[in-house]
């Protein structure tokens, strides 16, 4: 794959339309009439794609939802990859008598695009989409500065309305073999970690409902369990871990048998925490079930719209008013 030309081209994946950007280094597929996912991100030099990639496989349009995903349609054709939570992230909400779906609107929803600069020092895409249950307009400006193993992401939500308007918003980023494996290594500069008090089914391994430090969290079965160190699928294991009291807005997966990891880059005062889904194993229930990755997914909030009003931690956005920031993805050597 090394000596692809830069540029942007168009294609399909699985007959959704797809849009690749590629710089000397880098080559990110898009899918802009799946919620703008980001499928894939691959290292031209070593041919290895760090995104988790669902056993399952992606669907093509149309296609009749995966049994479990009980109407939740971000689970419908759940793929993989890396895909965007908002104005809700979690299970659904209420706001203002608007029922918001799970993990929200836009991951559903076809995004519109174009071109921003392709020349010789860089590679963007513009991607754009409008709610349509709350009056929000997000843009995600997508570049691959050639001669760097680096996606930077712009971004600016809207509120189209005169009124001030919530939310909650999430990048449901997931890695999987052969970056995750056996061996690697997840740093993140947080303090506590925070298990659900109610686990996905009953192949935990976490103690539900704890706080604890960073990296170490209680085992059901054999004291304390390092969340550091990423066990092998042979684990049979399935947890949801959060991550909060950051001291920085990154995180890190490395994984010194490879020499190649992946690394996030955020602000903190936006995404105040990472959400870890954990499947090792033991993803046993549809619609996920054979899944094997790690979540490494910076939220504003712990949980869905409804919680992050309660507790304070909502987005709050007057009428008309813009939020900028910027999140980027780089491969590192590990």
Not at 25 to 31: A, G, P
Not at 300 to 308: D, H, M, Q, R, V
């Amino acid at each position: 794959m090394a000596g692809s030309r830069p540029g942007i081209r168009e294609g399909l994946v699985h007959g959704w339309p797809a849009v690749h950007l590629t710089s000397d280094l880098l080559e990110v597929t898009v899918l802009p009439g799946k919620g703008a996912d980001i499928y894939a991100l691959t290292d031209l030099g070593s041919g290895i794609d760090p995104l988790f990639k669902a056993p399952w496989g992606l669907q093509p349009p149309g296609s009749p939802p995966r049994d479990g995903s009980e109407g939740a349609a971000f689970l419908e054709n759940y793929e993989g990859g890396w895909q965007e939570l908002f104005p809700n992230t979690n299970d659904p909400a209420s706001y203002r008598g608007i029922s918001l779906p799970f993990h929200g609107e836009v991951a559903t929803l076809p995004w519109s695009w174009s071109v921003a600069t392709d020349d010789f020092g860089e590679t963007a895409v513009r991607f754009t989409v409008e709610c349509r249950l709350t009056p929000f307009r997000l843009e995600r400006t997508m570049r691959l500065p050639h001669g760097e193993r680096r996606l930077v992401i712009d971004e600016q939500v809207t509120n189209l309305s005169g009124d001030p308007v919530h939310f909650t918003w999430g990048h449901h980023c997931v890695l999987g073999p052969p970056l995750v494996a056996e061996g690697a290594e997840l740093r993140v500069p947080c303090r506590t970690v925070i298990t659900g008090a109610e686990p996905w089914e009953d192949t935990f391994r976490l103690v539900p409902g704890q706080r604890s430090n960073w990296p170490m969290a209680l085992h059901r079965d054999v004291g304390l369990a390092d969340l550091s160190r990423i066990p092998g699928p042979e684990t049979g294991s399935h947890d949801d871990v959060f991550l909060t009291d950051l001291d920085g807005g990154w995180a890190e997966l490395a994984n010194p048998a490879l020499g190649l990891g992946f690394r996030l880059d955020w602000d903190p005062a936006v995404f105040r925490w990472v959400i870890s889904w954990q499947p090792f194993g033991g993803a046993h229930a549809m619609p996920l079930r054979g899944a094997y990755g790690l979540g490494v997914e910076p939220w504003t909030s712990g949980g869905n719209l409804e919680a992050a009003m309660a507790g304070g931690e909502a987005v709050a956005l007057p009428g008309h008013g813009r939020l900028e920031t910027t999140v980027s993805a780089t491969i590192t050597g590990g």
